[in-house]
């Protein structure tokens, strides 16, 4: 991505928080987050279809750059990582 599109649009710049096969544990992360004020994005939800939903693909949980210090700590905080 060039800088032009990084200074534009902050919100592309994505890290990936978590990594995790339990969907439970995805939904509260996000829902922990979001009660926090940081928009979390799931990835790789609709990847059962493709495995044939037996849970071995990992689903995967970004926020943007900027929130990824703060989103850490807040679920190393709540016993989540």
């Known amino acids: 991505m060039d800088s032009f599109a990084t200074a534009a649009y902050p919100f592309l710049?994505?890290?990936e928080?978590?990594?995790t096969n339990d969907p439970?544990?995805?939904v509260r992360a996000t829902d922990?987050?979001?009660s926090e004020g940081i928009p979390a994005f799931?990835?790789?939800q609709h990847m059962s279809v493709?495995?044939?939903s037996i849970g071995v693909l990992p689903r995967r949980l970004m926020v943007?750059?900027?929130d990824f210090f703060m989103a850490q700590a807040?679920?190393?905080d709540n016993g989540l990582r």
């Open 24 to 26: 439970l544990l995805l």
């Open 74 to 76: 807040i679920l190393r």
């Open 42 to 44: 799931p990835l790789d």
């Open 64 to 66: 943007a750059d900027r």
């Open 50 to 52: 493709l495995e044939g």
């Open 13 to 15: 710049v994505m890290k």
């Open 17 to 19: 928080l978590l990594r």
């Open 32 to 34: 922990l987050l979001a």
